[in-house]
């Protein structure tokens, strides 16, 4: 009998339960904190300043990636995460007093913990991935995507409780907001200490955990899966920045904009379920090529006139990052010192990629923009030619 016609075993889900839910919790902080902040800077009188918060999350993140990456290298995952999550819950806390009580510099230097503890808690990923034999990693990767669109729905399905709780504080409920980011993430740090990381044969570990960075990125095709992760997530966030722009220019309404973003956020996370399971059974390539390709035909579909095509670009986005991810996540799995680094890379890309994404719209329009995403997109392609067969 071929390997290929042995039954595949399943997840142990109760090993992965509080891994998972931890990370649904996260994701729920993640969202409010990020969707908030430029409201917050906005009823302090910022105006000017709506984006810096941001900013500084995604510059924190990607400052701290690579350290978290090497905490959890000497001490564990669970140290490194328990660490990260506690470290988000305090930046919550600040920036919650800073919004509450007028202080700008607080809540920016709370928005800065909080990009920091994303740079760790993100990483959750590759905890998951290892928790399983290789050929399931896709599954489980799958799955904890899946989990992180339960923690958006948790989120926004509680906006009437939080603007009752920022009634009851005294302030909006998009302060509130920010106490609730806390108390999740709080309630992550202690889920976090009821796992236990699985303890799996040999020969379905990763890449010895002694490599050094520089090491681990000698090793043929890190360099590609590392440039596959960064161009995705940089690709991802610019568009899913500065789609929802071009749709106020189209006179759409807020409702119309937040029904685009939900759709993106189904294509990235809602089919964690068959994408993950997918690249287990067809391979990394199948993941970068049809992540590469989704991405750019998201790109190209995104200056088309009508708000159908702005939908179907959005949840296109959010799908081709997905395949894109989850292969480029798979393969790192096995390289346990370039996981940090790699994701430090993705949010400088993010970064970058806003800030120039901005000025190319302001001085050629949004058409030239999409035009350039579109051929970065297909970078993956690399990826898929550099990869050994998964």
Known sequence: MSDAALPRPALNVGQLAPLYAAQALATGATTVSTVLASLIMSGLHFETLVGLPSTLISTSAALSAGAFGALMLRRGRRTGLSAAFTLGALGAAVGFVGARWALLPVFLIGACLMGAAQGGYQQARYAAAESVPDDRRGTALGALMLMSVLGSFLITGASRPIETLGAALGSTPEVAGWLVGG?????????IRLWRPAALPAQTRAAPAKLT??????????RSTALA????????????????????HMGMDH????????????GMFGFGWLTGPLIDRLGLRFGYVSGALLLAAAALSAPLSGAAWLAVSMFGL?????????????????????QGVTDGLGYVAAGVGTALGGVIIARAGFPVLAGACAVLALLPLISAWRVRAA
């Open 213 to 222: 960075v520089r090491e681990a990125f000698a090793i043929p095709g890190v």
């Open 183 to 191: 108390v999740l993430l709080g309630a992550a740090a202690l889920l």
């Open 318 to 338: 959010g799908l081709g990052w997905n395949l894109a991810f989850v292969a480029g996540s798979k393969s790192l799995t096995r390289f346990p010192a370039a």
């Open 255 to 266: 409702g119309a904009v937040a029904a685009l973003i939900s759709g993106h956020i189904l």
């Open 229 to 248: 992760l960064a161009t995705a997530q940089g690709l991802m966030v610019t568009l899913m920045s500065l789609t929802p722009l071009r749709a106020h």
